[in-house]
């Protein structure tokens, strides 16, 4: 029989008037990586911190190791058989603390014999790779190591159930990578259960049940693979001659879409599949069905918002002008490069990304582009101008959002617009004539009077764009826009970008963390230790990695600890709830003869998708190691 | 009780203490700070008040008579032009606080057995500067005139005894107890230890609290096996070191450089300092468990410690002399008995038997603030 | 022109932040009346309600006379000891502060002509209170002794003018009442002005930082002098609407306060003082990460802007070498300019050198913010 470590039915919590949960049950059985996905604000910190009594409850049961808990006490009685990792980079860390001396009070804090502490510190050390860095001071670590850290602190103890609160939010790719490995690693081998939430729909994959949740509900519960056969509809990729015209044909029919590796990846419900390829074969060039992902689920679940393009009939002219170069741009921050020898070239129009992990320099490089911060060597020319010699002129033709909602939370949403026309010195007339077509442009117009801080993280982040966009320059800088916003905010903000590098010729430079995100790129560029070590179409990225390493496999196995330690010495090894992903140059019977040459034997196998992330690590880790 | 936790969390704080600049320095310089800052700035004694002295006589009886001012530690002379335009300018800019016109024929009125008139002109702007600038003057003309009395009865060839008599007929005999020379540096040095150990230590112990739910690392507490009592005595002894070295530098600064006499019993203020420490600290923790910020911390501490420091400690004003209202208030707050046993330890030379009610006081005091702080603190919060 | 544009665009939206920030309106509210009225009605430094005792080993008319002239709201009579063990036992636990000590046969000297002594014993532990004691007992002995030579020569009091003596004539300037209120009042709305100048700003671009404002502040063409300014003229308005407040309600409503200077030139010294002021807050504002630094820097560099103004200490209290260092607070400079506007009437050749100094200190520190306010930016990875 199945034991469950946590249980809970029937919980509700409200802060003040707003309902934070609302009728939300969940069974956590032992032993599994159970994942709580959804997107900010969905309720998933108030769930997790409830179920570790950490907050007080309105309505509901909660069953923690078998017992019924509701006052302090009964949780805190639970306390000695749990840990809780906090949102935030290493948040629960002490920053001027050296990293051994973070374990050492986790440790004498939780009462562990001093013996003991030693050997499980050193341990976690050197399985994490931090033991190098064992008298380093929390603050002078890197992100993903900071994360890490808090996580071995965090599980010093052994408890037997693990909670984190979004563990892998604003960590990058790499680092992420690593975590996984790290937590899957630690559940497998003793046997403990883990409860982690994640805002990256892509990340659902990784866990072995999850639950989905959205607007202080639990949509869905089960694997993975269940979950994605809930989804109600199918989903295409659909290219046409004129892609904004396209578009507005298959907005007006309420599908969902999103811009999409040269097209336009299209949710259709499942009542109307047919219709839809009716529909292909008289409108598009070219279409073909492609694998759903979590994300779709939500948008099964939801219409769409009936925001479209726009203007009809306004075309951006074709030009093959060049918005953005940069010549061998390099800063240096003492003897650290952040960026060398970067050379780009951006044409007008364009949707551009820059992927790259944490500290690989996609910050310092859109610093410099902007004015923000002088290179140290080379040249970088933004819309005619170089920043060094011609400052103002470059600022008055370039719009900037910065990672963080970096707008005036207690002003309106006009009042934000008309802040940012006067600053650019718009006149009176032309202010408000630019407010009313901005307004309209983002659909903002019924919010206008409320406070940024009153908006939903999707709206905010279109009147940053707004704002972005008041003097009309010729190219945004948009850093990490869409982090933390739910699939249907995304959507709109990315038909948005779409419709305005397409219709008004707009160039926009973006980064990303969601690696999903960069197939709605015209172009990339991959960076990595401050140099672009990839650059081009995500097709031909894909193409290219295909040539060079072949395709994914997930296997599952007997032992999946045993066969993981077999293959990764050899190639790139990612855990996948309980399969491995593992890439393969050639067909599948010849993978079963590898594997059979290696000792072991695939359960079942099945071919997976090359996504961004598997060009990311090929370019990243791979590179590393060769 | 597990004595390890407590220690673990002591150590912690104490290392992170030690780290962090800008914290060190508001927990080891700030006491010392306030202490420059107010022990110089409420001391009110008056000294080298400037004055112009306007002589239109000009005659000897005239300058002996100033010369009583320009003499005197009190005042300074500044001028001694015959320009009344110039020193009412002077006045006027604050120049000068007074200035003392002796008209002519003061000496052929004097010599004639007739009283004299002599103007003082006062700055009268703060009006605490001018009541001493009056008694001042008031004290200097007095003193001349039972001379000038005393000369004018015994020219009129009256008995020794009955000049004594008649020219001062009840000799006033002042005499300051516990502070012989009625200097206001000893008394405000020694009463401000009181006033600053309960506007630091709150904030210390309040911030450290508000600084962890800011970052996150308070889930750390929550979510571990810790008890409520263990984790405010935790908090509480790192800051109490340091609160404690300030006590000892704080009685250096009284002593040293501000010269207050310590006549009492020093185990008497060591001990009764440490409780009040404590005391003070155990506010912090108790403030702590209603906000969030740092910031609200720290205005809290503030506006928690700043009025019944200043107001009703006994600093400025002795508790006796305020009104029954402001009496009550003022034992509300621990700040009096610590004052008081200041005043005691210091200059009254006291011990411990006759300061055993304000030493009870406080005792009470101390355990009542860490009752509510223990109940007002939860591991488990509504939001 | 786009400057003056951005500018104004810019001090609207500070307003409108400050506006819509309710917590901090009603604190500045606060500042602005009720806590100005509670300070010029609040503790007075003069003598009231001073509990004494009488050691009397006469026991006659004459000292019960004289004890009768100590009265309320001065004096608090204790009651009559018995022991001089009582009298230090009282004193230890300061049940009175003062103790008139009365020797046997006071009445019988004081019939027989011959020079009788009192004792008076005052607690000095707090010896601002002391003195006063000592003082006023003074008086009040030395006026019942004057009657009494009086009545013993048979004179009238007019008839004092028959002696030698120096007849002191008071006149006490600009105000002549007393009125602690004055001073208390005024003292604390420029104290209320100095807190605010200095937190208000410092906090707004502390705020700024941490919301990451700033950043689409310096992408734009706005310079970091603009971005100062603009809270300084938001300031500015936010104080002269304050002090306007003030003045009417509290200093002229409730304490009557004389404006015998222009009311227009304390306006403008105002205007002058919080562009000075401010200098210092955002000089702490782009020192400072957070809002928790803020608050402890504040609380570091406003106690000696405060104290070395003059407003609790007189200069003449102050050792010779801190007076030097004067000149350095601003609020030294606002504040004698603002009591000479009040109270004295003063004119503009007084006013205009302590502006000018007042003004190069704001421009000073304004430099040196705008300087480590690029620094810090440019420097940033």
């Known amino acids: 029989m199945e034991r469950v470590v946590v249980e809970v039915k029937g919980l509700g919590k409200r802060f003040g008037r707003q309902k934070a949960l609302e009728e939300v049950s969940l069974r956590v059985p032992q032993g599994v990586l159970f994942g709580v996905v959804g997107p900010d604000g969905a309720g998933k910190s108030t769930l997790l911190k409830i179920i570790t009594g950490l907050l007080d409850f309105d309505q509901g049961e909660v069953y923690l190791f078998g017992r019924r808990r509701s006052s302090e006490r009964d949780f805190e009685e639970a306390k000695a058989d749990l840990c809780f990792m906090p949102q935030g980079l290493g948040a629960n860390l002490y920053q001027e603390l050296s990293v051994e001396e973070n374990l050492h009070f986790f440790g004498k804090l939780r009462l562990l014999d001093p013996q003991a502490l030693e050997q499980r510190k050193e341990e976690l050390l050197v399985l994490t790779g931090l033991w190098p860095f064992r008298r380093r001071r929390v603050k002078h670590l890197s992100g993903g190591m900071k994360q890490k850290l808090a996580f071995i602190c965090s599980v010093l103890h052994q408890p037997r159930l693990i909670v984190l609160d979004e563990p892998t939010t604003g960590v990058d790719p790499l680092s992420r990578e690593e975590f996984w490995s790290l937590l899957a690693g630690l559940v497998w081998r003793l046997g403990v259960t883990a409860l982690v939430s994640t805002t990256y729909l892509e990340e659902a994959e990784r866990f072995e049940q999850l639950a989905l949740m959205h607007q202080g509900r639990i949509l869905l519960q089960g694997t993975p693979s269940e979950l994605l056969s809930q989804v109600k509809g199918e989903i295409y990729w659909v290219q046409g001659e004129d892609p904004l015209d396209l578009g507005e044909k298959i907005l007006n029919r309420g599908w969902h879409l999103f811009p999409y590796a040269g097209g336009f990846r299209v949710f259709v419900p499942r009542e109307k599949v047919k219709e839809a390829r009716t529909f292909w074969s008289q409108e598009a060039l070219q279409s073909r069905p492609i694998a759903p992902s979590l994300g779709d689920l939500l948008l099964g679940l939801s219409p769409p918002e009936p925001l479209a393009f726009r203007e009809k009939g306004a075309r951006a002219p074709k030009t093959l002008e060049t918005v953005v170069r940069t010549e061998d741009l390099t800063k240096e921050f003492g003897s650290f490069r952040a960026v060398e020898g970067v050379s780009l070239e951006i044409k007008a129009g364009e949707i551009f990304g820059l992927l790259g992990p944490n500290g690989a320099g996609k910050t310092t490089l859109i610093r410099m582009l902007c004015g923000l911060m002088a290179p140290t060597r080379g040249r970088a020319l933004v819309a005619g101008y170089d920043s060094r010699k011609t400052p103002r002129e470059l600022r008055e033709n370039i719009g900037y959002l910065s990672q963080a909602f970096s707008l005036y939370r207690d002003l309106t949403v006009q009042e934000n617009i008309r802040l940012m026309a006067g600053i650019y010195g718009l006149s009176g007339r032309e202010a408000r004539l630019r407010l009313k077509e901005l307004l309209k442009l983002t659909g903002l117009e019924p919010f206008q009077n409320l406070r940024a801080e009153d908006l939903p993280l999707g709206l905010r982040q279109r009147l940053a764009l707004a704002c972005a966009l008041i003097h009309r320059p010729r190219i945004v800088f948009l850093d990490e826009p869409t982090s933390g916003m739910d699939i249907l905010g995304r959507e709109i903000f990315w038909n948005l970008v779409f419709y305005l590098s397409r219709a008004q010729g707009l160039t926009c430079l973006v980064t990303t963390h969601y690696l999903a995100e960069a197939e709605h790129c015209d172009r990339l560029a991959l960076m990595h230790r401050g140099r672009i070590v990839a650059y081009g179409r995500p097709e031909?990225?894909?193409?290219?990695?295909?040539?060079?390493?072949?395709?994914?496999?997930?296997?599952?196995?007997?032992?999946?600890?045993?066969?993981?330690?077999?293959?990764?010495?050899?190639?790139?090894?990612?855990?996948?709830?309980?399969?491995?992903?593992?890439?393969?140059?050639?067909?599948?019977?010849?993978?079963?003869?590898?594997?059979?040459?290696?000792?072991?034997?695939?359960?079942?196998?099945e071919k997976g998708e090359i996504t961004m992330e598997d060009i990311f690590f090929w370019h990243t880790v791979g590179k590393d190691e060769t | 009780m597990k004595l390890k936790r407590i220690l673990a969390l002591v150590e912690k704080e104490t290392l992170e203490m030690w780290r962090d600049p800008l914290f060190l320095c508001l927990a080891l310089l700030v006491p010392s700070l306030f202490m420059f800052l107010f022990g110089y700035g409420l001391t009110l004694d008056v000294e080298h008040l400037p004055f112009w002295a306007i002589d239109y006589d000009q005659s000897p009886t005239s300058r002996d008579f100033l010369a009583n001012f320009s003499y005197s530690r009190y005042f300074s002379l500044k001028s001694r032009e015959t320009d009344e335009r110039k020193a009412l300018e002077a006045l006027v800019k604050g120049k000068i606080r007074l200035i003392l016109l002796v008209p002519p024929d003061f000496e052929r009125e004097l010599a004639a057995g007739r009283s004299a008139p002599v103007q003082a002109l006062i700055d009268g702007t703060f009006p605490y500067r001018a009541q001493i600038v009056k008694n001042y003057v008031q004290a200097i003309v007095g003193k001349l005139n039972r001379q000038k009395l005393k000369d004018f009865f015994r020219h009129k060839g009256l008995s020794e005894a009955r000049v004594e008599a008649l020219s001062e007929p009840i000799r006033l005999e002042v005499r300051y107890i516990y502070n012989e020379e009625a200097r206001s540096r000893w008394s405000v040095a020694s009463a401000l230890i009181g006033v600053i150990l309960l506007m630091v230590p709150p904030m210390l112990t309040s911030l450290a609290i508000c600084r962890e739910k800011e970052s996150g690392a308070i889930y750390n507490i929550y979510v571990s096996t810790i008890s409520r009592a263990e984790f405010l005595l935790g908090k509480a002894l790192p800051y109490f070191g340091i609160t404690a070295l300030n006590v000892l530098i704080l009685f250096l600064w009284a002593t040293l450089v501000f010269g207050a006499p310590f006549r009492g019993s020093f185990s008497c203020y060591l001990f009764s300092a440490l409780l009040y420490s404590f005391c003070s600290l155990g506010i912090g923790l108790w403030i702590s468990a209603f906000v969030r910020t740092q910031i609200a911390a720290l205005l809290l501490s503030l506006i928690v410690a700043m009025i019944p420091a200043f107001l009703y400690s006994g600093l400025l004003v002795p508790v006796v002399c305020l009104d029954v209202s402001g009496q009550v208030e003022a034992h509300l707050f621990p700040a009096m008995y610590f004052v008081s046993l200041l005043h005691g330890t210091f200059l009254k030379g006291l011990g411990w038997r006759a300061q055993a009610g304000n030493l009870l006081a406080l005792l009470i005091y101390t355990g009542l603030i860490y009752l509510l702080a223990y109940l007002s603190f939860h591991k488990r919060t509504k939001r | 022109m786009k400057s003056l544009r951005r500018l104004w665009v810019l001090t609207v939206k500070e307003i409108l932040q400050l506006w819509r920030d309710r917590v901090l309106l009603l604190a500045s509210l606060y500042l602005f009346t009720v806590d100005i009225f509670l300070a010029g009605s609040g503790i007075k430094l003069t003598l009231h309600q001073v509990p004494f005792s009488v050691f009397?080993?006469?026991?006659?008319?004459?000292?019960?006379?004289?004890?009768?002239?100590?009265?309320?709201?001065?004096?608090?009579?204790?009651?009559?000891?018995?022991?001089?063990?009582?009298?230090?036992?009282?004193?230890?636990?300061?049940?009175?502060?003062?103790?008139?000590?009365?020797?046997?046969?006071?009445?019988?000297?004081?019939?027989?002509?011959?020079?009788?002594?009192?004792?008076?014993?005052?607690?000095?532990?707090?010896?601002?209170?002391?003195?006063?004691?000592?003082?006023?007992?003074?008086?009040i002995v030395s006026r019942y002794a004057q009657d009494i030579t009086l009545h013993r020569l048979g004179y009238t009091k007019e008839m004092l003018r028959r002696?030698?003596?120096?007849?002191?004539?008071?006149?006490?300037?600009?105000?002549?009442?007393?009125?602690?209120?004055?001073?208390?009042?005024?003292?604390?709305?420029?104290?209320?002005?100095?807190?605010?100048?200095?937190?208000?700003?410092?906090?707004?671009?502390?705020?700024?930082?941490?919301?990451?404002?700033?950043?689409?502040?310096?992408?734009?063409?706005?310079?970091?002098?603009?971005?100062?300014?603009?809270?300084?003229?938001?300031?500015?308005?936010?104080?002269?609407?304050?002090?306007?407040?003030?003045?009417?309600?509290?200093?002229?409503?409730?304490?009557?306060?004389?404006?015998?200077?222009?009311?227009?030139?304390?306006?403008?010294?105002?205007?002058?003082?919080?562009?000075?002021?401010?200098?210092?807050?955002?000089?702490?504002?782009?020192?400072?990460?957070?809002?928790?630094?803020?608050?402890?820097?504040t609380i570091i560099a406003i106690a000696p802007i405060v104290f070395l103004s003059g407003t609790w200490t007189p200069p003449e209290a102050m050792p010779t070498w801190l007076r030097s260092l004067m000149v350095f607070s601003p609020l030294y400079h606002y504040l004698q300019m603002s009591f000479g506007l009040f109270l004295k009437g003063t004119g503009w050749d007084f006013l205009a050198p302590r502006a000018g100094r007042m003004l190069g200190l704001g421009v000073l520190v304004l430099f040196a913010s705008t300087l480590f306010f690029r620094k810090r930016f440019a420097q940033q990875g």
């Not at chain 3, 636990?93 to 006071?106: E, K, M, T, V, Y």
């Not at chain 3, 003030?246 to 562009?275: D, Q």
Request: hydrophobic share 45%; aromatic share 12%.
């Open chain 1, 540 to 605: 031909d990225l894909k193409r290219e990695l295909e040539r060079e390493a072949g395709r994914p496999y997930l296997i599952s196995f007997e032992d999946l600890h045993e066969a993981r330690e077999r293959l990764k010495a050899e190639r790139p090894v990612m855990v996948f709830g309980r399969r491995l992903r593992l890439f393969f140059p050639g067909k599948a019977e010849e993978l079963e003869a590898y594997l059979r040459a290696k000792g072991l034997k695939a359960l079942s196998w």
């Open chain 3, 56 to 139: 009397d080993l006469d026991r006659s008319a004459a000292s019960r006379e004289l004890i009768a002239r100590f009265q309320k709201p001065y004096f608090r009579f204790q009651g009559y000891l018995r022991s001089p063990e009582e009298a230090f036992r009282g004193f230890d636990q300061g049940r009175f502060l003062a103790l008139f000590d009365f020797p046997d046969g006071f009445e019988e000297d004081l019939k027989t002509e011959r020079q009788t002594r009192l004792q008076l014993l005052v607690d000095t532990s707090n010896a601002i209170m002391g003195n006063l004691i000592a003082g006023y007992s003074a008086l």
């Open chain 3, 163 to 297: 002696f030698p003596l120096v007849d002191l004539k008071w006149r006490v300037f600009f105000n002549p009442n007393q009125e602690e209120a004055w001073f208390n009042a005024l003292s604390e709305l420029l104290t209320v002005i100095t807190m605010l100048t200095m937190l208000l700003p410092a906090a707004a671009l502390v705020r700024e930082k941490e919301r990451g404002t700033i950043e689409q502040l310096l992408v734009s063409p706005v310079s970091p002098l603009e971005v100062l300014l603009s809270k300084i003229s938001a300031m500015t308005l936010v104080i002269l609407t304050g002090t306007l407040l003030a003045v009417g309600l509290v200093l002229e409503g409730c304490f009557r306060v004389p404006i015998r200077g222009s009311f227009f030139a304390f306006l403008l010294i105002t205007v002058f003082y919080v562009f000075t002021s401010c200098g210092y807050g955002l000089f702490i504002g782009t020192l400072s990460r957070n809002l928790a630094q803020v608050g402890l820097l």
